[in-house]
C-alpha cells in the first residue's frame, strides 16, 4: 500500500486530534511521521462504511464528539484514489434528520395514506408474528414474498438481503424474486458468453489503459466501486482520451472534460454494430487473437455485413438509429482500433433498456475484436461492477428456500396483481419489506401501489416512513450502517470494518435483533440465530476469512487483499488450453446457440425501441447525485441542492414552446408528471431526463407534482432476461397552461 504522507493529511483534511492521535496508531510502514496527541475525552475516530448499493461501500473515518456523529471523512489509509462522496460525507444528516422512525408504527388509515400510530414494539412483533402466521396457515409459506434487499446489502450480517431470506426460509419458505434491478440483463446473457469466469477489472489497472470508453457509465455521479472515478481522473490527467457515451451530458463529461458522444437511449447496440463494421471493412480486427479467444465471431461478422439477410450495419445504418453521425462512428472505430490497451467501461444502464442484452454481448464483443480483454489496461467489455472476487470472508448462510419459487424482481407487482391466474408461480398474499422502496424504485408507480392493495399483510424495516412503508400495516424501525459493526465487502480487493460507531436512536434494533426477536416469537430460535449474538457471527466470518490480524483490521478498518491489479479473464487470455472458460466451446461464445435454444438469436443484434408518433420522446431515468435511489428524497439538505427538473433539449423545448423554467406535462401511459423544464444543451434533441428516485407526491388527478420517475416506467421487461427497461422509455412533453399550486 502507498504509504500516507502525513503532511498532506494534515493540511488537507484539517484533522481533530482524535484523528492524529488514530494515525499514531497506524503501523509505521504506512506512515512516516508519528506524532503523539492524546484526543479529548469526548472524542473518537473510528473506521466506518456508509454500505449503500453504489458499488463500493467506502472506507470513511466517523469523528464521533459527545456520542454524535459530528463528521465523515475519507480513511487516509485507504490511499489516494479511494474515496467517498457527498452522500457518505453527510450521513449525519441521514441518522439524525427529525423524521427518523424510532418507534414502531402500525397502520390506522387506508395503505398509501400515512396514518399510523405508534405502538410498542411487543405488541409490533406480536402482529407481524401474527400476519405472518395467518397468511401461512391460509396460503401456504409461498405466499408470502421478501421485497427490497438493496438497503445494506454489502454487509456480512447486517444485510438487507440475506436478513429476510434467512428468516423466512426457517419459517418454511417463500415466493422469491430473482434477477436484479441493477443488472438483470448483463447477469442473464454474461454467462452465455464468458462462463461463470470473473470478468470485472480492478480500477488501479486503468493506469495502463490508453483509451478509455465509459458507455453510459457516469462514474462521477455513480461512482461503482470507490475508486473508478479517481482512475478515470488520473489517466486523462496522463493524456489518456476519454470518452463518454451517454444522452447526456454528465458531470462524468464536465468535471473530467472528457469527450462526449451523445447517442440516443437503448441503442447502444446500433452505436457498437456500426463501430464493428468499420473494424471489419477497414480490416482493423484482430483475427489471431479472435480465432484463439473466441468462437462465432464469423457469424457475427456475417450479420455485420448483412450476409445473413439482414441490412449491413453500416455506420449510416447505425446512425439512423443510435442519432450519432456516421463519421463520428468512424472516426470512433479508428481510434479505438489503434489505441490498445483499450478500456470499454459499460455502465449498468445500457443494459436496463429493452435488448439490453444485446448491448453487452455487443461490449464483449468488441473487446475480442480489438483484442482488448484479458490485459491490464483493457476490459471484458461486461460490466466492471462486482465482478471480481471479494477476499475471502464468512457471512451470515442463507439457507435454499424451501418453497423454491421465485419471480423476476422486475414483475414483483405483476406477480403479486396476476397470481396464478397471470401465469406466475403463486398467489402473494403478504410482503415483507426489508431494506427496499419498492413502490416509488419498482417501475409504474401507480401499478406497484395498486399491487400492496390487494394484499393482506405487509411489514417493513426502514429508518423512514418510505412511500412503501406507507402502503404496510407494521413499520418497524431500525439501525443504520454506523449504528452497528459490521465486515463489509467491496467488490475491490479489499474488506472493510465498520464500527458501531454511534448508538442507534433510544429504543431503536438492528434488522438482526428485530429477526432475533421476531423468531423467538415464533419459535424458530435458536435456528435464526444459533444462540449468537451479533458480535458472535463477526467472528465467526472473521474466523473462516484470511484474516490473521484481526485487531489491526477493526483499528484500520481496511483489509487488503494481495493483488490490487486483478483482470478478469487473464488467465484464460493467457492460456485458453490451460484456462477454459466454463462455457460449452470453453472459449468466448460471440455465437451462442444456447441462446438460439431460449428462441433468441445466437448473434447478437440491435432489438431497439423507436419513436412513436403519440410518443416521441425518450425519456431517461438515471441516478441523483445526492441520492442513493429514493434515499434522501425526504431530506431537506440534499433536496435543495438539486432541481428536480425535466432536462429537454433547446431545439425540443422550442418546438413545444417551452421556456427554461416552465412548468411541463410529461406523460404517457403509465402516468403523469408535472415538474420544471431545465432547458439545456446537456442532452441531445428528443431525449428528456428526470432523475429517478424522488418520492412521489400525487394529486387527485393522478398527476405526479413531485417528479417522480417510475410514474413513468413500464414493467414490461426487456426478454429474454425479464429485466429491467427504465432507460427505454417514451413520452410525450407539452407546457401546462395554468401553474398548479402544490
Ligand atoms: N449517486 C448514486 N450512485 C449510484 C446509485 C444511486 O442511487 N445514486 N445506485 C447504484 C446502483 S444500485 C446501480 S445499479 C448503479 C447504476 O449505474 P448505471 O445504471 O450506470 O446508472 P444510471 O445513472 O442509471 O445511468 C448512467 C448513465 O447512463 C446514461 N444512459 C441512460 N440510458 C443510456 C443508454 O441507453 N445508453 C447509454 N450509453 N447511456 C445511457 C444516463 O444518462 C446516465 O448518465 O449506480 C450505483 N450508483
Ligand atoms: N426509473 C428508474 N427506476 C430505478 C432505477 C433507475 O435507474 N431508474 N434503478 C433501479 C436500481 S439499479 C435499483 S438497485 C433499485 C433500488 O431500489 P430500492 O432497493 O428500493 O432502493 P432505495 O430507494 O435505496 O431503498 C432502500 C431503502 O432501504 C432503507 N435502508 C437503508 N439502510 C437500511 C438498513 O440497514 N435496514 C433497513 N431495513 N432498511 C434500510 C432506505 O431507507 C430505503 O428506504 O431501483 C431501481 N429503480
Ligand atoms: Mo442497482
Redesign the pocket.
Known amino acids: 500500500m502507498t504509504p500516507v504522507r502525513l503532511r498532506a493529511i494534515l493540511t488537507a483534511r484539517r484533522p481533530t486530534a482524535a484523528l492524529a492521535a488514530f494515525l499514531v496508531f497506524l503501523p509505521l510502514s504506512h506512515i512516516q511521521v508519528t506524532i503523539a496527541v492524546t484526543p479529548p475525552a469526548d472524542e473518537r475516530i473510528l473506521p466506518i462504511t456508509c454500505n449503500r448499493?453504489c458499488g463500493g461501500g467506502c472506507p470513511l473515518l466517523a469523528v464521533v464528539r459527545h456520542g454524535r456523529l459530528a463528521a465523515v471523512r475519507d480513511n487516509p489509509l485507504a490511499g489516494p484514489h479511494i474515496r467517498g462522496c457527498v452522500r457518505g460525507y453527510q450521513l449525519a444528516r441521514v441518522i439524525e434528520a427529525p423524521d427518523r422512525l424510532v418507534k414502531p408504527l402500525l397502520r390506522v388509515g387506508p395503505r398509501g395514506s400515512g396514518a399510523f400510530r405508534e405502538i410498542s414494539w411487543s405488541e409490533a412483533l406480536e402482529r407481524v408474528a401474527d400476519g405472518l402466521m395467518r397468511v401461512h396457515a391460509r396460503h401456504g409459506a409461498a405466499a408470502i414474498m421478501p421485497l427490497?434487499?438493496?438497503?445494506?446489502c454489502r454487509g456480512a450480517l447486517?444485510n438487507?438481503e440475506s436478513l429476510p431470506l434467512r428468516f423466512l426460509a426457517l419459517l418454511g419458505g417463500y415466493t422469491g424474486t430473482y434477477g436484479?434491478?441493477?443488472s438483470g440483463a448483463a447477469s442473464y446473457t454474461t454467462p452465455f458468453v464468458l462462463g461463470d469466469a470473473p470478468s470485472g477489472i480492478d480500477a488501479a489497472t486503468l493506469q495502463y489503459s490508453r483509451l478509455i470508453l465509459l458507455g453510459g457509465a457516469n462514474v462521477e455521479d455513480c461512482r461503482l466501486g470507490c475508486e473508478l472515478g479517481s482512475r478515470v481522473r488520473q489517466a486523462r490527467d496522463r493524456g489518456v482520451p476519454v470518452i463518454v457515451i451517454d444522452p447526456r451530458r454528465t458531470r462524468t463529461v464536465s468535471r473530467l472534460g472528457t469527450e462526449w458522444i451523445p447517442v440516443r437511449p437503448g441503442t447502444d447496440a446500433a452505436l457498437m454494430l456500426g463501430v464493428l463494421h468499420v473494424l471489419v471493412t477497414e480490416g482493423l480486427i484482430d483475427r489471431p487473437f479472435i480465432a484463439r479467444m473466441s468462437v462465432g465471431f464469423d457469424r457475427l461478422e456475417c450479420h455485420v455485413l448483412g450476409q445473413d439477410g439482414t441490412p449491413p450495419k453500416t455506420p449510416t445504418w447505425a446512425a439512423a438509429i443510435c442519432g450519432v453521425p456516421a463519421d463520428t462512428i468512424i472516426n470512433l472505430a479508428r481510434r479505438y482500433a489503434a489505441a490498445r490497451p483499450t478500456a470499454l467501461i459499460p455502465g449498468?444502464s445500457i443494459q436496463?433498456t429493452i435488448g439490453g442484452e444485446e448491448a453487452i454481448r455487443l461490449a464483449i464483443a468488441l473487446q475480442v475484436a480489438t483484442g482488448n480483454i484479458g490485459i491490464r489496461g483493457g476490459s471484458s467489455g461486461g460490466l466492471v461492477w462486482s465482478r471480481l472476487p471479494d477476499p475471502q470472508v464468512g457471512t451470515l448462510p442463507v439457507p435454499a428456500n424451501p418453497a423454491g419459487l421465485g419471480v423476476p424482481v422486475y414483475q414483483w407487482a405483476d406477480a403479486i396483481l396476476g397470481g396464478r391466474a397471470g401465469g406466475f408461480p403463486s398467489d402473494i398474499h403478504a410482503v415483507y419489506n426489508?431494506?427496499?422502496?419498492?413502490v416509488?424504485?419498482g417501475?409504474d408507480t401507480t401499478k406497484s401501489a395498486r399491487a400492496f392493495h390487494t394484499l393482506e399483510f405487509a411489514v417493513c424495516?426502514?429508518?423512514?416512513l418510505?412511500p412503501t412503508a406507507r402502503h404496510c400495516d407494521v413499520v418497524l424501525p431500525?439501525a443504520?450502517?454506523p449504528e452497528r459493526a459490521d465486515i463489509v465487502l467491496t467488490g475491490a480487493n479489499m474488506l472493510l470494518y465498520s464500527h458501531r460507531a454511534v448508538e442507534p436512536p433510544p429504543g431503536v434494533m438492528t434488522?438482526y435483533e428485530v429477526f432475533c426477536a421476531l423468531a423467538a416469537r415464533l419459535g424458530l430460535e435458536p435456528a435464526f440465530s444459533q444462540g449468537r449474538t451479533a458480535d458472535d457471527w463477526l467472528a465467526t466470518f472473521v474466523e473462516a476469512s484470511e484474516i490473521r490480524d484481526v485487531e489491526t483490521f477493526q483499528r484500520t478498518g481496511i483489509y487488503w487483499g494481495r493483488d490490487r491489479l486483478r483482470v478478469g479473464l487473464a488467465d484464460f487470455v493467457a492460456d485458453p488450453q490451460a484456462h477454459p472458460l466454463s462455457t460449452p466451446s470453453g472459449r468466448i461464445e460471440v455465437a451462442s446457440d444456447a441462446l438460439r435454444r431460449g428462441g433468441f438469436s445466437p448473434v447478437p443484434t440491435a432489438r431497439c425501441l423507436l419513436p412513436e408518433p403519440e410518443q416521441p420522446l425518450y425519456l431517461v431515468?438515471?441516478?441523483s447525485r445526492y441520492r442513493?435511489?429514493?434515499?434522501h428524497s425526504n431530506i431537506p439538505w440534499f433536496r435543495e441542492r438539486e432541481e428536480q427538473a425535466l432536462w429537454i433539449h433547446p431545439d425540443t423545448a422550442a418546438t413545444r414552446g417551452i421556456a427554461d423554467g416552465d412548468l411541463v406535462l410529461v406523460r404517457n401511459a403509465r402516468g403523469r408528471v408535472r415538474v420544471p423544464a431545465r432547458v439545456t444543451p446537456d442532452i441531445m434533441p428528443d431525449v428528456v431526463c428526470l432523475l429517478?428516485?424522488v418520492w412521489p407526491e400525487v394529486m387527485p388527478d393522478g398527476t405526479d407534482v413531485a417528479g417522480s420517475?417510475?410514474m413513468l416506467?413500464d414493467t414490461t421487461p426487456t426478454l429474454p432476461s425479464a429485466s429491467?427497461r427504465?432507460h427505454s422509455v417514451l413520452v410525450q412533453v407539452e407546457t401546462v397552461a395554468t401553474p398548479v399550486s402544490r
Open positions: 448499493d427490497g434487499g438493496s438497503g445494506s447486517h438487507t436484479s434491478y441493477s449498468l436496463r426489508v431494506g427496499g422502496n419498492y416509488v424504485q417501475a424495516h426502514d429508518l423512514f418510505t431500525v443504520a450502517s434488522d431515468t438515471p441516478k442513493v435511489h429514493s434515499q429517478e428516485g420517475a417510475n416506467t429491467s427504465t
